[in-house]
């Protein structure tokens, strides 16, 4: 089995907290992204986008619509060379043609700007990582068939193969002199039988499949399927080419980041090779290995998860994430150091109440780089070894394309220039570039997209909740054109999660919904992180609750603003908005209609069917739901199903095992028995974290939705014999 790469607080949402992820991550293909004029101008093999198919119009579409997610790129995964002089990065970009992302590495020079491909034209091309001296580039690619192992060199040009995998590389990190490439891979097994089939098939005779026979406690994963049997495990090969040799063994996942130590003679990796780890999926260890023996040793040995450990410059220290498991909903992730032995750990971020994600030491050894969320913004920091703290970067972005999720990541070269992916609300993310607390923008792949097209403008807004008088932070994507005072029919956008962020990040739907008049309003209701662990924690066992009062809070302050119409609210959100949004038409007739996507419904069944059932009873309820069936009832919307007279459109994809479809299939059901207007919209092929992979489905979501809204934008009322 695989272990999941979401296990963290973070579930719903499809986004794991750093540190947390007990599975490295694939290269795989990205999910959110769209295509640029620029890309398909210079790649040969570029994929096609909208503007490329051409129009019979009189001129230009200055409304942002559905077909333009064919005509935006997106910059991931930048990575600085070691003296600061270039950046690799990802650019995603999609094919109107065959509906899908593709991805190409491309290379920047970070003193004129000049930016040259050089990876993806055979295939989709993934996690670009320098080798120590920078004369080399690895990468993952899927050129010639499956994703496989390659170098560049980069003075010639020339790139090569290292590798003919099974399955895909993960995880990919140079040795010290340059020599060698770890990573992580899937070694498969085979799976359990029970009996057989009779052995005595006639020739040319046509039988059923063979039965299918599971016994992991996760047996299938979101966006994964059916889980092949086996264990991801550790791997090294020669950088020239040549046999990889396996380094790790046994019925154990064996996770990355890796990180060497600077003598080359030791792997550092988390993993949990706990006996019980299918049902402590938040158990987690740092573990040595030695190269040269394989002998494992282990550095940590609290409760809880810690990853992510890198070794210092002179390798005398290892920094980590982790944090001590309360069987809580939500933990923040600390920065830990250690001695390279395991001795002498200390917290170094014990009194900052902001969680830490990505790491990277500081060339001079006395400081960490720090990826963090504060307030809905992403921003990096250097936290010393003498517990100093100081902010390096900000407006990080990168978290999605169709919602305004934090997110993004950033790298650092010897000389402290950081590079990034950042953007702003209007402009998906672009590769920046920081030195001495000077950032730079270096990419502008949406150009020829943002000169025609007329972007709503958002603003900030902040409200009191009724409930107890948190303050709650929210984002208005105002219709472009938005004239003061006007009032305009308004959409509550919620976010997933819940253990997540909204913040001043580009968004696909909020795009396409202002573009049809509405203001929409994203906000950081109670449990949603970057505001402390406290107010993440403030839905710990009691979600939904509430979160309720904040949104109806941040509602009313859009209106006492002067620019949501009070008589044309609409709701919608997905997994965990999805279970809001039928929470709040539950508790109240006010929204003309609502779109519950992909929500959880009944947290029985949830508990049960859902590819994290070690995690959903035990950190999010408290309990089995045979021990506490009260809880489990009170807690689920489908106890409101009764209270709703909201026309309620129900949306989830038919490939859905975080939120499982059954989930979607029973509130569609209960409201059709009791005479709501509803209907059940499926996407076909898409996942719970993919349900806006491709573009085309992503923009007929957001149509449908739009339509929903239009049908009942005078309300509905109950016919009078019909009432109960």
């Known amino acids: 089995m695989r272990k999941l790469a979401v296990l963290g607080a973070s579930l719903l949402v499809f986004q794991a907290q750093a540190g947390l992820a007990q599975e490295p991550q694939e290269p795989q293909e990205p999910q959110e992204a769209s295509a640029s004029e620029s890309s398909a101008e210079q790649r040969p093999d570029a994929a096609m986008s909208g503007s490329a198919v051409g129009t019979d119009r009189s001129g230009p579409e200055r409304r942002f619509t559905g077909a333009d997610l064919f005509d935006l790129a997106i910059a991931a995964d930048p990575q600085i060379s070691p003296d600061g002089r270039h950046i690799a990065y990802v650019r995603r970009s999609n094919d109107i043609m065959s509906d899908r992302t593709v991805s190409t590495i491309w290379l920047i020079d970070t003193r004129t700007g000049e930016e040259v491909p050089i990876?993806?034209?055979?295939?989709?091309?993934?996690?670009?990582?320098?080798?120590?001296?920078?004369?080399?580039?690895?990468?993952?690619?899927?050129?010639?068939?499956s994703p496989q192992l390659w170098v560049r060199w980069m003075q010639g040009g020339e790139a090569v193969r290292l590798t003919g995998l099974p399955t895909s590389?993960?995880?990919?990190?140079?040795?010290?002199?340059?020599?060698?490439?770890?990573?992580?891979?899937?070694?498969?097994?085979?799976?359990?039988?029970?009996?057989?089939?009779?052995?005595?098939?006639?020739?040319?005779?046509?039988?059923?499949?063979?039965?299918?026979?599971?016994?992991?406690?996760?047996?299938?994963?979101?966006?994964?399927?059916?889980?092949?049997?086996?264990?991801?495990?550790?791997?090294?090969?020669?950088?020239?080419?040549?046999?990889?040799?396996?380094?790790?063994?046994?019925?154990?996942?064996?996770?990355?980041?890796?990180?060497?130590?600077?003598?080359?003679?030791?792997?550092?990796?988390?993993?949990n090779r706990n006996a019980a780890w299918q049902t402590d999926p938040l158990e987690g260890e740092i573990y040595a290995l030695d190269v040269a023996t394989g002998g494992l040793t282990r550095l940590t040995d609290r409760d809880g998860p810690d990853g992510s450990p890198l070794a210092s410059p002179d390798g005398k220290l290892i920094a980590y994430l982790g944090f001590d498991d309360a069987l809580r909903a939500y933990e923040n992730s600390n920065l830990y150091v250690m001695n390279r032995d395991g001795s002498g750990r200390r917290n170094l971020t014990a009194d900052w109440d902001f969680s830490a994600a990505s790491i990277a030491w500081d060339a001079d050894g006395r400081g960490i780089y720090v990826q963090y969320d504060e307030r809905g913004e992403t921003k990096v920091t250097r936290v010393g070894l003498d517990g100093s703290v100081r902010d390096v970067a900000e407006g990080l972005s990168g978290g999605g394309f169709d919602r305004p999720y934090t997110g993004g990541s950033f790298s650092v070269a010897a000389d402290d220039s950081i590079a990034f992916t950042g953007g702003t609300p209007t402009r998906p993310a672009e590769v920046q570039i920081a030195r001495g607390g000077k950032g730079r923008m270096l990419t502008d792949l949406n150009r020829s997209l943002r000169a025609v097209k007329a972007l709503g403008e958002v603003r900030k807004i902040t409200a009191a909740s009724s409930h107890d008088g948190l303050e709650i932070d929210g984002w208005l994507t105002l219709p472009p054109g938005y004239v003061e005072g006007q009032r305009v029919p308004l959409i509550l956008e919620i976010h997933g999660g819940p253990f997540a962020a909204y913040g001043p990040h580009f968004s696909t739907d909020n795009q396409l919904y202002a573009a049809a008049g509405y203001a929409v309003l994203s906000a950081n209701p109670r449990g949603s992180t970057s505001y402390g662990e406290a107010f993440a924690n403030q839905i710990d066992k009691a979600y939904p609750g509430n979160d309720y009062f904040d949104l109806m809070s941040i509602v009313d302050q859009a209106i006492a603003l002067g620019i949501a119409d009070p008589d044309a609210l609409f709701v919608t959100g997905g997994s965990g908005g999805g279970v809001l949004t039928s929470w709040i038409v539950g508790k109240t007739d006010r929204f003309k209609a609502a779109v519950t996507q992909k929500p959880v419904i009944n947290w029985t069944t949830q508990a049960l069917t859902a590819d994290g059932p070690a995690f959903f009873g035990r950190y999010w309820l408290g309990a089995q739901p045979w021990e506490d069936p009260d809880t489990y009832w009170k807690l689920s919307p489908l106890s409101l199903v009764g209270n709703v007279e909201t026309p309620t459109l129900v949306v989830v994809g038919s490939e859905d095992y975080r939120t499982p479809v059954s989930e979607s299939e029973q509130y569609y059901t209960a409201l059709r028995l009791r005479g709501v207007p509803t209907a059940l919209v499926k996407v076909p092929g898409a996942s719970h974290g993919g349900i806006a992979a491709r573009p085309s489905q992503s923009a007929a979501k957001a149509s449908a939705i739009l339509a929903w809204f239009a049908r009942y934008r005078e309300g509905w009322e109950r016919p009078a014999a019909a009432a109960n």
Do not use: C
């Not at 993806?120 to 920078?134: H, I, K, L, T, Y």
């Not at 799976?191 to 406690?217: C, F, M, N």
């Open 119 to 145: 990876a993806g034209r055979g295939g989709d091309a993934f996690s670009p990582r320098w080798s120590p001296d920078g004369d080399r580039l690895a990468y993952a690619s899927t050129e010639g068939g």
């Open 169 to 271: 590389p993960s995880n990919l990190t140079w040795s010290p002199d340059g020599r060698s490439i770890a990573y992580t891979m899937l070694v498969k097994q085979e799976g359990p039988k029970l009996g057989a089939a009779p052995v005595d098939k006639p020739e040319g005779a046509e039988w059923a499949e063979p039965l299918e026979v599971h016994d992991l406690l996760t047996y299938r994963a979101d966006g994964q399927g059916y889980i092949e049997p086996g264990f991801e495990k550790v791997f090294v090969v020669p950088a020239t080419g040549g046999a990889p040799r396996q380094l790790t063994f046994g019925r154990y996942h064996d996770g990355g980041p890796l990180s060497w130590s600077p003598d080359g003679s030791t792997l550092y990796f988390g993993a």
